[in-house]
């Protein structure tokens, strides 16, 4: 079993690489109007970029709006196309205004992984399993700050793909207060041997009372499919009358493609009037 689960992450790091190398559409994505400010983390122990955008309106209104924050949050990463599929989606009157709030990488691999004891994950990168301090750095740091620029109403959101998926994912199941509407594409549930994936049942048991939405999908990646399917039969047949829930199955869509073929779906679900 070790060694079948072994195979499946070399293949699933081994297609990622070549997708993200060789198959990647190479994109030319406008970057918005948006604030960009810095806060030095004691959590992470360094100083963090943050990229914020708002709606075109926002200078003229008074409203608080729910805030989106992205993982994975960089102008040269997914922040600017995220942040013009929300102006387009508000444009069109598709969703609810919202703020997207962008955590550029320092250390990607660190900050979106949990621990484990595998040590085939542990050479994805030097330094892994940072996700508990990286929290951290959003719910003590990241939130007070942005609730001190901008106003906020309480409702917060994440979305992210691949690792940052993985750590929606483990944010979901481990600590759910601290969203209420999570979004992750092709979640990097194969880490640390499926952990979330074999203890969902559990973190489910203790699901709170204050309602709370989840949109998840999987591309065609073997590595990732598996594990995306097996959390939707967890759903299934887990009685949660507070938790609203959509998986999207994705076969025609792979690693390098899945975010932005499903983006608006997700933010329609997850945000619509």
Known sequence: MKSIYKLLLIFGLFTCIVSCKNNLPTYNDPIPKHDTFTINSKNVNETRTINVWVPDNYSTSTDSLMVMYMPDGGTKEDFPHIANTLA???????ITPVILVGIENTQRRRDLTGKTEVEEDKKIAPIVGGSTEFR??????????INKRYRTTNKKGIIGESLAGLFVIETFLEHTDMFDVYIAMDPSLWWNNKYLIRTAKDDLAKFPSTPKKIWFAGSQ?????????QLAEILKTTHLPNLEWTYSDEPKEDHSTIYRATKEKALIWALKK
């Open 221 to 229: 990646a073997t590595d990732i499919s598996a594990s995306t399917n």
């Open 136 to 145: 951290a750095f959003l719910k003590d740091e990241l939130f007070p700050e």
């Open 88 to 94: 387009e989606l508000i444009q069109s009157n598709k």
